[in-house]
């Protein structure tokens, strides 16, 4: 049991240290996106806290939406709607005439996504390559 037992614990070490790895390069490609004015993020506060954020990319002429979240207690207050305009506008300011937003056919927000305007698409297809990371070997 007691090899059992650190191989899982290496395993989780491993993931733990990837997620975070991914974490920074996810940081990092957003950041650079925002500086080449690709991409924009922004958020809705509460007081000094961060309640609501979603980022939108300019790919062409559609704008996607990225990571649209809003703080569970302060759900069903506008707040995601009110983000959606806000990028949508920076996106058309900067050359956007379609818009898209990916979410789960199952997902809650998908009412929110409607209200804006935005039809399911059925048949869509993803993708997912990981990145490749030089882990160091102990």
Known sequence: ???????LIHELEVRSETMEKLGQLTHETRKELCQKGKAAWFGAFSNDEL??????VVCETTGRYQSVETHISHRRR????????????WSADNGC????????????????????GFVSVTGSVNAYKPPSFNQDKN
Do not use: F, K, P, Q
């Not at 049991?1 to 191989?7: F, G, K, P, Q």
């Open 51 to 56: 309640v609501a954020n979603l980022g939108i």
């Open 78 to 89: 506008g707040l995601a709607s009110h983000l959606l305009g806000i990028a949508a506008r």
């Open 97 to 116: 005439v379609n818009w898209v937003i990916a979410t789960e056919a199952t997902n809650d927000a998908g009412r929110v996504y409607r209200r804006a």
């Open 1 to 7: 049991y007691e090899t059992d037992r650190n191989v």
